[in-house]
């Protein structure tokens, strides 16, 4: 017996799930490509897309995943034989790093707990040991999704200026734009990267990079840009060059939909809404935890991100959790992934979500856990409940 018939419920930290408006706005014919509607449609995004890094400096689009943005990043700013210092804080920072080791760029990892975010400290020290300033750029990720953390990117800036390093600082905000505070100018950030599919609310295939002036100007002298990559030719008078090509136009129509619907709901809103949601998570999974077969895998409050919340499941297999929800229940939750597969569960809370579906998605994991007679705290989802009836006012 299941009572899993119904809309799936898909709490994976990307692809997020579509709004209904998104989806709506991509069924549609195609349409000229070299005139009209697609040239204000590609200005106006390229207009408004620096508005959600907060940044004065440049944004571009490309036809890619997070992976492709991370390569634009790349390519645009480092040369052969530069020197990168990846900050590790779950698989997507090293992955990031391992992309730009196959590029010709000599990588160094600063290690780091899987369960903490990078330390600040530890950053300044390794630059002020780095007297000649081999290292060219920093690479980190503002929220990892495969540990959970968010990492204090204002703090990591202090650590580069006070080691007095000149090295760009690169950041992955693909689990964070549209989700947290990222504020890349205020921050001194150089090069920001995201992806359309998880806080931006549209299907992969489009990849965003952001740079500001420095960056730019670093760029001129770049020996790694390609055609397609290339910002120089992306900045190209002709439509073409935007896209290098043809544009992925319907997800276009989707993300230009999708950025609509964050501006008129606000950003700030926006960024409330998940730290309520995430909040909430946090309450339900603190309350199983008493059970000790459970624990969040950030141990530091502040260190958790409000994208995802990765719950370690202490000597147990999760496949048994996951499998509950999803054939029960109908509810896909997000499964562990590099040092934590096998390990730990994930819990998104990101994109086009609301109190119902979290509390949904929550409501189905403490069912698994009773069914399956997994140790746990009861009163989870009341927990979750109680706070958001607290914090969100009549």
Same mark, same amino acid.
């Given at each position: 017996?299941?009572?899993?018939?119904?809309?799936?419920?898909? =709490?994976?930290? $990307?692809?997020?799930?579509?709004?209904?408006?998104?989806?709506?706005?991509?069924?549609?014919?195609?349409?000229?490509? /070299?005139? *009209?509607?697609?040239?204000?449609?590609t200005?106006?995004?390229?207009?408004?897309?620096?508005?959600?890094?907060?940044?004065?400096?440049?944004a /571009?689009?490309? @036809? @890619?995943?997070?992976?492709?943005?991370?390569e634009a990043?790349?390519?645009?700013?480092? =040369?052969?034989?530069?020197?990168?210092?990846?900050?590790? +804080?779950?698989?997507?920072a090293?992955?990031?790093?391992?992309?730009?080791?196959?590029? $010709?760029?000599?990588?160094?990892?600063?290690?780091?707990?899987?369960?903490?975010?990078?330390?600040?400290?530890?950053?300044?020290?390794?630059?002020?040991?780095?007297?000649?300033? +081999?290292?060219?750029?920093?690479?980190?990720?503002?929220?990892?999704?495969?540990?959970?953390?968010?990492?204090?990117?204002?703090?990591?800036?202090?650590?580069?200026?006070?080691?007095?390093?000149?090295?760009?600082?690169?950041?992955?905000?693909?689990?964070?734009? *549209?989700?947290?505070?990222?504020?890349?100018?205020?921050?001194?950030?150089?090069?920001? !990267?995201?992806?359309?599919?998880?806080?931006?609310?549209?299907?992969? $295939?489009?990849?965003?990079?952001?740079?500001?002036?420095?960056?730019?100007?670093?760029?001129?002298?770049?020996?790694?840009?390609?055609? /397609?990559?290339?910002?120089?030719?992306?900045?190209?008078?002709?439509? /073409?060059?935007?896209?290098? #090509?043809?544009?992925?136009?319907?997800?276009?129509?989707?993300?230009?939909?999708?950025?609509?619907?964050?501006?008129?709901?606000?950003?700030?809103?926006?960024?409330?809404?998940?730290?309520?949601?995430?909040?909430?998570?946090?309450?339900?999974?603190?309350?199983?935890?008493?059970?000790?077969?459970?624990?969040?895998?950030?141990?530091?409050?502040?260190?958790?991100?409000?994208?995802?919340?990765?719950?370690?499941?202490m000597n147990?297999?999760?496949k048994?959790?996951?499998?509950?929800?999803?054939?029960?229940?109908?509810?896909?939750?997000?499964?562990?992934? #590099?040092?934590? =597969? $096998?390990?730990?569960?994930?819990?998104?809370? !990101?994109?086009?979500?609301?109190?119902?579906?979290?509390?949904?998605?929550? #409501?189905?994991?403490?069912?698994?856990?009773?069914?399956?007679?997994?140790?746990?705290?009861?009163?989870?989802?009341s927990?979750?409940?109680?706070?958001?009836?607290?914090?969100?006012?009549?």
């Amino acid at each position: 017996m299941t009572v899993a018939n119904g809309r799936v419920f898909l =709490s994976i930290p $990307g692809p997020t799930n579509i709004p209904d408006a998104v989806i709506q706005a991509m069924t549609r014919p195609a349409i000229d490509l /070299y005139t *009209g509607e697609m040239l204000g449609l590609t200005e106006g995004l390229l207009n408004d897309l620096p508005k959600l890094f907060r940044t004065k400096g440049r944004a /571009y689009i490309y @036809a @890619a995943n997070g992976h492709g943005g991370w390569e634009a990043a790349l390519t645009n700013v480092l =040369s052969r034989g530069d020197k990168v210092l990846v900050l590790e +804080s779950g698989r997507f920072a090293i992955g990031w790093g391992e992309m730009a080791k196959t590029m $010709g760029v000599e990588t160094e990892l600063l290690p780091q707990d899987i369960r903490r975010a990078v330390d600040p400290a530890a950053v300044a020290e390794r630059l002020a040991k780095d007297k000649g300033h +081999s290292i060219k750029a920093i690479l980190v990720v503002q929220i990892d999704t495969a540990s959970g953390v968010v990492n204090d990117i204002p703090a990591i800036r202090k650590a580069i200026d006070s080691a007095k390093h000149p090295a760009l600082l690169m950041v992955d905000t693909v689990a964070s734009l *549209g989700c947290m505070p990222f504020e890349m100018d205020a921050w001194g950030v150089d090069v920001a !990267m995201a992806g359309s599919q998880k806080g931006l609310m549209t299907p992969p $295939g489009i990849a965003l990079v952001a740079a500001n002036a420095r960056a730019r100007e670093v760029h001129k002298t770049a020996n790694l840009r390609t055609n /397609y990559w290339d910002w120089t030719a992306r900045e190209g008078n002709e439509h /073409y060059n935007k896209y290098c #090509g043809t544009p992925p136009m319907h997800t276009v129509f989707g993300l230009r939909k999708a950025i609509d619907m964050i501006f008129a709901e606000g950003l700030d809103n926006v960024i409330r809404r998940h730290a309520l949601l995430a909040e909430a998570t946090r309450r339900a999974v603190s309350r199983w935890e008493e059970g000790q077969a459970l624990a969040m895998n950030i141990v530091n409050p502040a260190e958790r991100s409000n994208s995802i919340t990765n719950v370690l499941t202490m000597n147990r297999d999760p496949k048994i959790i996951l499998d509950y929800c999803h054939e029960k229940c109908g509810v896909v939750v997000g499964h562990g992934i #590099g040092q934590l =597969s $096998g390990k730990a569960f994930r819990i998104a809370h !990101m994109g086009h979500t609301n109190a119902p579906m979290v509390l949904g998605t929550l #409501g189905a994991i403490e069912m698994a856990l009773k069914a399956l007679k997994i140790p746990h705290g009861s009163g989870g989802v009341s927990a979750a409940i109680d706070y958001l009836g607290q914090e969100v006012a009549a």
